[in-house]
């Protein structure tokens, strides 16, 4: 039992000894800085220890500065390549703005439009039907998408749309059998109707005037009739200009411009309101 007592006493005593000695330390060491190098010696000799337990949290902090940066760049990527599909689309215009003057507006009595907004889509599907040359876009009623709303690419004219869902609408392509629309020959104002024969094959004038003058090269643009297209962007090239011996017509056929067989990025042409009313009717 003394011998307890003894130990627990002599504990007591070595921890009152421990307090003093620390609280002496502390007093010289505030005072004096006799410490300061020591601890100089101490941090110096101690700082590759601090620098390996910080490594995991800064190689975590680089890594996800660095994914940060790449996704921030990825975003930047994307909408710069956006924006460069919606700056070629306005230099589809540049020729016929060249070749347009005061006779060519009175002639055709359709101002040229140059007031159209854009909103770019992505192809996501195409039709399933063998007999319809058609695409799927990501665009629905939800971004304002709607019937008959024309549809081109950087090159030139693609389609328009024809049935709009929520999130997708379904675009009917210039090549498709049942697609038809008004053209003019940019070189002189010639007006006919670019006629889809599928897109695997080129598309055919027809309602073209007589001894109509017509050259392969010529560039067909749209002419603004019918109210479905704004005026003025690129069709297809007149490819053939034949004579049919059978109906002593000219058979004349074109090349889209646009190529629609590969397609991955659209532009949807938004019109005033008052040209969508006049499409409805």
Do not use: W
Not at 26 to 35: L, P
Not at 109 to 118: A, C, F, N, T, V
Not at 236 to 256: F, L, Y
Request: net charge neutral.
């Amino acid at each position: 039992m003394q011998s307890i007592f003894n130990k627990q006493s002599s504990l007591r005593l070595r921890l009152l000894l421990a307090i003093i000695l620390s609280i002496v330390i502390i007093i010289t060491d505030y005072s004096y800085q006799s410490f300061s190098t020591i601890h100089t010696y101490m941090d110096t000799a101690i700082s590759p220890l601090y620098i390996l337990a910080n490594s995991p949290r800064a190689l975590f902090d680089q890594i996800s500065v660095m994914f940060a940066s790449r996704q921030k760049l990825i975003l930047e990527i994307k909408e710069l390549h956006d924006q460069l599909i919606l700056k070629r689309s306005d230099l589809l215009m540049l020729n016929h703005i060249k070749k347009e003057n005061s006779y060519l507006r009175e002639l055709l009595g359709s101002p040229l439009r140059q007031d159209d907004h854009k909103m770019l889509a992505q192809v996501i599907s195409t039709s399933s039907d063998p007999y319809s040359d058609q695409v799927i876009v990501d665009k629905g009623s939800t971004n304002k998408v709607y019937e008959g709303q024309p549809v081109i690419s950087e090159k030139g004219v693609i389609g328009q749309v024809i049935a709009v869902g929520k999130k997708t609408s379904r675009v009917l392509l210039l090549c498709d059998l049942s697609h038809a629309l008004p053209v003019q020959i940019l070189r002189n104002g010639i007006r006919a109707i670019a006629s889809g024969h599928g897109c695997t094959a080129e598309l055919q004038l027809e309602y073209i005037p007589d001894h109509a003058d017509i050259q392969d090269g010529d560039i067909l643009v749209t002419s603004g009739l019918g109210g479905k297209f704004p005026e003025g962007y690129p069709v297809a090239i007149v490819s053939s200009v034949k004579e049919d011996i059978n109906n002593s017509n000219v058979v004349v056929r074109a090349h889209p411009i646009a190529n629609l067989q590969y397609l991955r990025y659209l532009i949807l042409l938004e019109r005033e309101q008052n040209d969508r009313m006049d499409l409805k009717k």
